[in-house]
């Protein structure tokens, strides 16, 4: 029923920039606040970026002023713009969300910042 898919992964040198989408489906997205994960190698999966249903965002410490996320509620989309990008962002970037009390996941999308 929820499906999450996340796209726009790729490989960019230090400083660059991607930006991220995740469609979502099977629930009434705009009441829904979204987030976006990361997992390295070896590490564990890290809340990286999050917006409300309001609109609200918020961002961890190591992305903010570099990173933003927004929503589309027409569309059903949430985005993740990454600029300034260093070789420490490389990882899977995973698309969440929590609606009715349950976690779901995208499948992840790979991010690769290196020279």
């Known amino acids: 029923q929820v499906q999450l898919a996340e796209s726009g992964g790729g490989s960019v040198q230090p400083g660059g920039s991607l930006g991220l989408s995740c469609a979502a489906s099977g629930f009434i997205f705009r009441i829904v606040g979204m987030g976006w994960y990361r997992q390295a190698p070896g590490k564990e999966r890290e809340l990286v970026a999050h917006?409300?249903?309001?609109?609200?965002?918020s961002y961890s410490d190591s992305v903010k002023g570099r990173f933003t996320i927004s929503r589309d509620n027409a569309k059903n989309t949430v985005y993740l713009q990454m600029n300034s990008l260093k070789p420490e962002d490389t990882a899977v970037y995973y698309c969440s969300a929590v609606p009715e009390g349950t976690r779901y996941w995208g499948k992840g999308t790979l991010v690769t910042v290196s020279s």
């Open positions: 917006i409300s249903n309001l609109h609200v965002q």
